[in-house]
């Protein structure tokens, strides 16, 4: 089946760095969304790319989908504190439009 | 936006007993319905597609008769742990769909905790 990989899993960053976190399908996706969920929360939609090579921008944080809609990237610039939380990527199949979850990203910053 | 509600948030039971999860889309009708367990500091893993007015499908190795799901109208799924034992304890998380697009909206969990 489906199988979506993310890293890095663990990502500690100092207040103000850049960082990225990866994220790739064993399968070709119909689309790939991200979510954030913060310590003790639950996970909340950020965005979702659908066309190849699609860029997306949210102030500072900016996600790729691949040319062949099989990998995306989450880069954050100037990381706040306000930026704490688990970063997952979800891939929706092509055939049965299942979500796979990535293990996430669990990003901790440094002040 | 979207707020999907889950009932209740925490649950302490005795290991052989039933324990029933609500979850309900309080401004949208959902066409689908999903259920996730989420083990600490892992992914959420799905455990069944639940579709208003028929049978979930379930993931493999998410056993039915053990996790009962019942979608019984556009704004509410149910997910019944019958016969709890401890190995269940997790963090049980669900989500809809409107049907408008792909987006997931989840509920804020339920947290089992099967003694």
């Known amino acids: 089946g489906q199988q979506v990989m993310q890293i890095p899993q663990y990502q500690h960053v100092q207040e103000g760095e850049d960082f990225t976190t990866y994220c790739n399908s064993s399968?070709?996706?119909?689309?790939i969304q991200w979510y954030k969920q913060r310590p003790g929360g639950h996970p909340v939609f950020l965005i979702q790319?659908?066309?190849?090579?699609e860029v997306k921008k949210q102030k500072r944080l900016t996600f790729q989908f691949g040319e062949a809609k099989k990998n995306s990237s989450l880069h954050i610039t100037a990381t706040q504190t306000t930026d704490v939380g688990t970063y997952f990527c979800?891939?929706?199949?092509?055939?049965?439009?299942?979500?796979?979850f990535g293990a996430g990203t669990t990003v901790t910053v440094r002040a | 936006g979207a707020v999907v509600s889950q009932h209740p948030s925490r649950v302490i039971c005795k290991s052989g007993t039933s324990v029933k999860i609500e979850c309900r889309s309080l401004?949208?009708?959902?066409?689908?319905m999903f259920w996730y367990r989420q083990f600490p500091k892992k992914s959420l893993m799905l455990m069944a597609t639940?579709?208003?007015?028929?049978?979930?499908?379930?993931e493999q190795g998410v056993e039915k008769d053990k996790f009962l799901i019942n979608h019984a109208s556009l704004t509410l799924s149910t997910l019944t742990v019958t016969s709890a034992h401890p190995e269940d304890s997790s963090f049980y998380i669900c989500?809809?769909?409107?049907?408008?697009?792909?987006?997931?909206?989840f509920g804020p969990g339920t947290r089992l905790t099967v003694l």
């Open positions: 979800a891939g929706l199949s092509l055939n049965d439009y299942k979500l796979s």
């Open positions: 399968t070709t996706l119909s689309n």
């Open positions: 989500s809809a769909n409107s049907g408008v697009s792909d987006e997931q909206f």
């Open positions: 639940s579709n208003e007015g028929s049978k979930a499908t379930y």
């Open positions: 401004d949208f009708q959902a066409t689908t």
């Open positions: 790319l659908v066309k190849s090579g």
